[in-house]
């Protein structure tokens, strides 16, 4: 294999993550990179277990002097978010990613990188990989599905886990130590229709393109919800014309704010100029009222023809839009205790037409740093699909964790970043879901921060990783581990 990172610094960082980029790893299909991991320790003689999830942990002993430190844990997660250009042929089950290297960033060729959180599982197994570190007893967790609801780590057995002190390598923007974190539910929704074939004309509207982004470090950025802007075009469409669904469909994550969308309508042959009319003019419209942000690649694009079809009756069709455009998406509520800070959020990430199962599901992922507020927004959602006939069902909530003032970790991370870099990093609490809040709650006594690397649109085709970033952060690491109590 040619490596594109070679010469890059840490040198054993970036071998690393090249190596990681070479095995599929989306949510679901870690177990090549399981396999991967164990065959690492076993090189290196260091103990291991691996779980059913492909959880995987391994340890190593303190070096001479640290026997009697705290054990620290290192944590990342092995699964990334897998989104890719539609003009670009990608299959995230099978190929490895391209990597592009340019102006001191890392991306991939027209797909998501990984660097959430490949970048970490790069930086533990250097760190192992180094015998001459001065550091404790290490406990190194690999998880698996943190990108859909932290199900690694939340069904990963923590009987035996030492560790005092938590490093979690799942940030993305150096000098910020983040110190607590929201808790989160997924929320399903299930809206059962019916079908009715015949003779029709119809449109295909397609929203391609727009930013989308992460549901939580960007819920509070001017970029579209394809799914939203998707229902606002159709609704209004459905107030001059009589239309009925066809699909419709969009994202398939819920922390990813979607920026595609897709949905086919029928309507009477009778009424194709007035649609064709009335349809492009809302099109153009929103097009042009797309933000900066999704106005560079977002498109709004309608195809129209005739054929026979099975599409919704007219009234599911309603109810479907009505839940699309009803249901809470976005910014629920600001903190009053920390300026900027999201308390409450809802992203509807999810969205697709199930033809066999005669139904349309919606996929919500809600987020609040106050459980009260995560609980009332859940309700809401629920009550606006009830109310149109929708179904919800509820997944994967795990908690958030409270800002400590005495966190010895948050401390180690200020001393070692100001140390090497002569000032001060930020500490900071964030609206997105970490596997801290879990790792916290099942370890009793244990000190977490979360720390990472600069980048840039994750989630996303355009998602980079700065290299000067990563070496400054490592390094952070490694002073980190080097201190003593």
């Not at 998501?112 to 404790?136: C, E, N, T």
């Not at 809802?346 to 919500?364: E, I, K, Q, R």
Request: one cysteine or more.
């Amino acid at each position: 294999m040619e490596r594109v990172l070679a010469g890059l610094n840490p040198q054993k960082v970036f071998e690393y993550f090249e190596d990681l980029c070479q095995i599929p790893h989306g949510s679901y299909k870690e177990s090549g990179v399981a396999d991967w991991l164990c065959q690492f320790a076993e090189n290196h003689k260091l103990s291991y277990r691996r779980d059913a999830l492909h959880n995987v942990l391994i340890c190593k002993a303190a070096s001479a002097g640290y026997e009697t430190e705290p054990v620290v844990m290192l944590a990342g997660h092995t699964d990334m978010v897998c989104v890719k250009r539609v003009d670009v042929a990608h299959d995230f089950t099978r190929d490895p990613l391209t990597l592009v290297v340019k102006d001191g960033w890392i991306s991939a060729a027209g797909t998501s990188l990984g660097g959430d959180d490949g970048i970490a599982v790069a930086m533990m197994l250097a760190i192992l990989d180094d015998d001459a570190l001065p550091h404790p007893a290490l406990e190194c967790l690999f998880t698996v599905q943190e990108e859909v609801g932290l199900g690694g780590a939340s069904g990963f057995d923590y009987t035996g886990i030492r560790a005092a002190l938590l490093y979690n390598l799942d940030s993305e923007e150096e000098g910020i130590g983040t110190v607590s974190c929201a808790g989160g539910i997924r929320v399903d929704i299930k809206r059962p229709v019916r079908f009715q074939t015949g003779e029709t004309a119809y449109a295909d509207v397609k929203i391609q393109g727009l930013r989308g982004g992460h549901s939580g470090a960007e819920i509070h950025l001017p970029r579209g919800n394809a799914h939203r802007i998707l229902g606002t075009i159709l609704a209004s469409l459905m107030k001059t014309t009589e239309i009925r669904l066809v699909t419709i469909d969009g994202g398939k994550m819920d922390n990813a704010i979607p920026g595609n969308a897709e949905a086919i309508v029928a309507y009477p042959k009778d009424a194709d100029v007035v649609v064709r009319e009335t349809l492009n003019a809302l099109c153009e419209a929103q097009q042009g009222q797309l933000s900066e942000d999704d106005r560079v690649g977002g498109t709004i694009l309608v195809e129209y023809g005739f054929g026979t079809l099975s599409s919704m009756t007219t009234g599911d069709t309603k109810a479907v839009l009505s839940i699309l455009c009803n249901t809470p998406n976005g910014i629920d509520a600001m903190s009053e205790d920390m300026p900027g800070l999201v308390e409450s959020s809802s992203n509807l990430g999810v969205l697709y037409t199930d033809m066999a199962a005669c139904c349309v599901n919606f996929g919500f992922l809600v987020r609040a740093s106050v459980e009260e507020r995560k609980d009332a927004l859940t309700k809401r959602i629920t009550d606006c699909a009830e109310m149109w006939g929708g179904m919800a069902a509820y997944s994967g909530a795990y908690p958030g964790w409270a800002y400590d003032k005495n966190s010895v970790a948050a401390k180690r991370y200020v001393d070692a970043y100001t140390h090497l870099f002569g000032h001060a990093p930020r500490l900071e609490a964030i609206h997105a879901g970490l596997e801290c809040g879990l790792m916290k709650h099942a370890v009793p006594g244990l000190d977490p921060i979360s720390i990472g690397p600069d980048m840039k649109d994750i989630h996303t085709p355009q998602e980079r990783i700065s290299i000067s970033s990563v070496e400054r952060v490592y390094w952070t690491v490694c002073e980190m581990l080097k201190m003593k109590n």
